[in-house]
């Protein structure tokens, strides 16, 4: 069982910067991969981000890619997403997610195992 707490959500505005943390639980840390969807109203849950096992391979939604940027550190168990120039429709629930069964980094979230209980992130115009 793994647990995944997220945190740092937050409002802020158009231009401005977020960091959300994702503790995870697990001894096994280095060797999930680990990934961060959003939800914002009305929509389905969407792919953002992810990183592989070792950190040697992100993969980013064309809609962030340049502003936001995922890590990892393995002595923490945490996995980390700057964000920033923020955009109003970067507006959702965050959701930190952990695959522990693949080598692949997948994109989909039904490849995801474990889920975290999500952090609200709000960009004002």
């Known amino acids: 069982q793994v647990q995944l707490v997220e945190s740092g959500g937050g409002v802020v505005q158009a231009g401005g910067s977020l960091r959300l943390s994702c503790a995870a639980s697990?001894?096994?840390?280095?060797?999930?991969?680990m990934g961060w969807f959003r939800q914002a109203p009305g929509k389905e849950r969407e792919f953002v981000v992810a990183?592989?096992?070792?950190?040697?391979?992100?993969i980013y939604a064309d809609s962030v890619k340049g502003r936001f940027t995922i890590s990892r550190d393995g002595f923490k168990n945490t996995v980390y997403l700057q964000m920033n120039s923020l955009k109003p429709e970067d507006t959702a629930v965050y959701y930190c997610?952990?695959?522990?069964?693949?080598?692949?980094?997948?994109?989909?979230?039904?490849?995801?195992?474990?889920w975290g209980q999500g952090t609200q992130v709000t960009v004002s115009s």
């Open positions: 997610a952990a695959d522990t069964s693949t080598i692949d980094v997948p994109t989909r979230a039904a490849l995801y195992d474990y």
């Open positions: 697990g001894r096994t840390f280095s060797t999930y991969v």
């Open positions: 990183i592989s096992r070792y950190g040697s391979t992100t």
